[in-house]
């Protein structure tokens, strides 16, 4: 069949209004995703800022998130207010890391189940269970875990995956904004992690000496060992002979930097440095971020950036 030019143009005209229409229609679509929910946004509690960070770039416009742990806090050391368990109690979403992590958590949750009326969803968002030791299948002490997953972006993609099905399972509608901004998220981490493989390659030291042990998986993900001034938690201060032995073992490795942390007291980590002559870096645990980082407006991948490039020089990298 040939159009004369006329119907051409009514032909294209018809498509470009089709298409029009079209468009409008799916972006009314996206448009309702991006408004808050029915009942009001999402309400949901985090424990710690890697948590926030992930909850904030799934959640988006739709959910509402309150941390705990406040910024420059030893998140070690937090215990829940009764102002706190009742903010779980009203949320509609309450996520954590860990009981080895958060050892109150578990309770605080229960007893906002039984407390409040709406029924909120728990979210554990690390399973240790396959790198944990086995004592006896009883969990005794803090230490029998190292629960700093998010120090390993792809271990952090482990946490991200749990808080998207659970905001899913609480805001159903919100599912294809959820899954788009968790697709961006893991694009965002996996970069990351190159990032930080490509800095922690080709080094001279694979010893790094940090605070206390929280870098554990990211050692494991980037090939490098951890000498802890303290344990798992930075109250488990080693004690005078332990740390005489860091020392030796600092000069005797030739290690020229200790790694402290910018929350946490760093008198062990001073002395250290003075007694080995060795330089002060600052290694961010991310548990919390400082009040200054959060005024700046650094995030989790701001600071995960300075770590790779700390690590770059106190292992010596090329
Ligand atoms: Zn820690």
Not at 80 to 105: G, K, L, M, Q
Not at 294 to 305: N, P, R
Request: hydrophobic share 40%.
């Amino acid at each position: 069949m040939i159009l004369s030019l006329k119907e051409t143009k009514i032909k294209s005209g018809a498509i470009f209004v089709l298409m029009m229409v079209l468009l409008a229609v799916f972006s009314a679509a996206c448009d309702r995703e991006l408004e808050e929910p029915d009942g009001g946004k999402v309400i949901a509690i985090t424990t710690t800022y890697p948590l926030t960070f992930l909850t904030e770039r799934i959640g988006g416009n739709r959910v509402t998130i309150t941390q705990l742990i406040k910024p420059g806090v030893e998140a070690h050391d937090f215990e829940p207010a009764p102002s706190d368990v009742r903010a779980i109690s009203n949320s509609n979403i309450f996520i954590f890391n860990h009981p080895a992590f958060e050892s109150w958590a578990l309770n605080a949750a229960t007893a906002s189940v039984s407390d409040g009326d709406l029924a909120t969803v728990i979210v554990q968002t690390i399973n240790l269970e396959s790198n944990g030791e086995d004592h006896g299948g009883q969990v005794t002490h803090d230490s029998d875990f190292d629960t700093h997953t998010w120090l390993n972006p792809l271990e952090a993609q482990s946490q991200a995956d749990r808080i998207l099905s659970a905001l899913i399972e609480v805001d159903p509608e919100g599912s294809h904004l959820y899954l788009r901004n968790a697709g961006g998220l893991e694009v965002e981490l996996l970069a990351l992690d190159r990032i930080i493989t490509e800095q922690v390659s080709n080094c001279e030291f694979d010893t790094a000496v940090v605070s206390h042990l929280a870098f554990g998986h990211m050692a494991e993900r980037y090939g490098f060992k951890q000498i802890g001034l303290a344990g798992l938690s930075p109250e488990f201060e080693s004690g005078p002979s332990q740390i005489a032995k860091v020392i030796e073992k600092i000069k005797e490795l030739g290690i020229s930097h200790i790694l402290q942390e910018p929350i946490t007291s760093n008198r062990l980590a001073e002395t250290v440095a003075s007694e080995t002559g060795a330089t002060l870096l600052t290694l961010h645990p991310l548990e919390v971020r400082t009040t200054d980082q959060v005024s700046s407006g650094l995030d989790y991948i701001d600071i995960m950036k300075e770590n790779a490039e700390v690590l770059h020089t106190a292992l010596r990298c090329s």
